[in-house]
């Protein structure tokens, strides 16, 4: 029996004028393994992410509908799932940069929704964006998808959120500090620790906290 979903993994691959190599660049895998998956090895999760990013619909090739297809016909997909959007928005992970990319969803994932019963989210609360940088190695790899809940503002200490400050995104490990100032922690110790007076920053935005992967996070 075909496998479908290595079947539509390829048909997007081609949609999108890439060859094999391309892709394999694009996502930081090898040929062989673009030609694996296309022949019915198992996609991993976070790869699938990636490919979103560079506008693969990662709904029609898991279910084999465009994700408003599934939404407004299948009443078992409106059961099962709930849709989360991609932004193709890099945020840093050094020591802030502009947050380039699109402002719109450039593609949308499906996330099970007893997965997010289970952790007390909400799909609207969602959305996807992706690292760029080491310093927070090893935790959070360079070009990783980043899950991150924008209903918890709520910055606990010694957990990972995405902050603005301008034009400056920043993901980050966060402390309080005595003064009701915030130190902003690389796990990367090559980078020192950012201070920030969020008493005399007039512009700063808790933009959520990160989610960290686990196996069944992304679908």
């Given at each position: ?44 999760s ?16 898991l ?16 059961d ?44 609207k609360?969602?959305i996807?964006?992706?690292a ?16 991150i ?22 993901v ?20 020192p ?8 920053a007039?512009?700063?935005e ?10 069944g996070?992304?679908?």
């Amino acid at each position: 029996m075909p496998n479908l979903t290595s079947e539509r993994f390829k048909s997007e691959r081609k949609r999108l004028n890439l060859s094999q190599e391309s892709l394999a660049n694009l996502i930081d895998v090898s040929e062989s393994t673009i030609k694996r998956w296309e022949s019915g090895a198992a996609i991993p999760s976070d790869k699938l992410t990636l490919c979103a990013q560079h506008g693969f619909d990662i709904v029609f090739i898991l279910l084999g509908k465009d994700a408003d297809e599934a939404v407004n016909s299948s009443s078992s997909f409106i059961d099962e799932f709930d849709i989360v959007n991609v932004y193709d928005v890099d945020i840093s992970a050094g020591h802030g940069s502009i947050c380039g990319g699109d402002a719109k969803p450039v593609s949308r994932l499906a996330f099970r929704k007893d997965w997010l019963n289970r952790h007390g989210f909400y799909a609207k609360d969602l959305i996807i964006v992706y690292a760029a940088g080491d310093s927070m190695f090893p935790t959070i790899q360079d070009k990783e998808p980043l899950l991150i809940n924008t209903g918890d503002k709520s910055l606990t200490d010694g957990f990972i959120y995405v902050i603005r400050n301008g034009e400056n995104f920043w993901v980050k490990r966060i402390q309080r500090q005595l003064d009701g100032s915030l130190l902003l922690i690389s796990d990367n110790k090559t980078y020192p620790p950012m201070p920030l007076d969020l008493n005399e920053a007039s512009d700063v935005e808790i933009m959520g906290k990160w989610v960290p992967p686990s196996r069944g996070t992304f679908y």
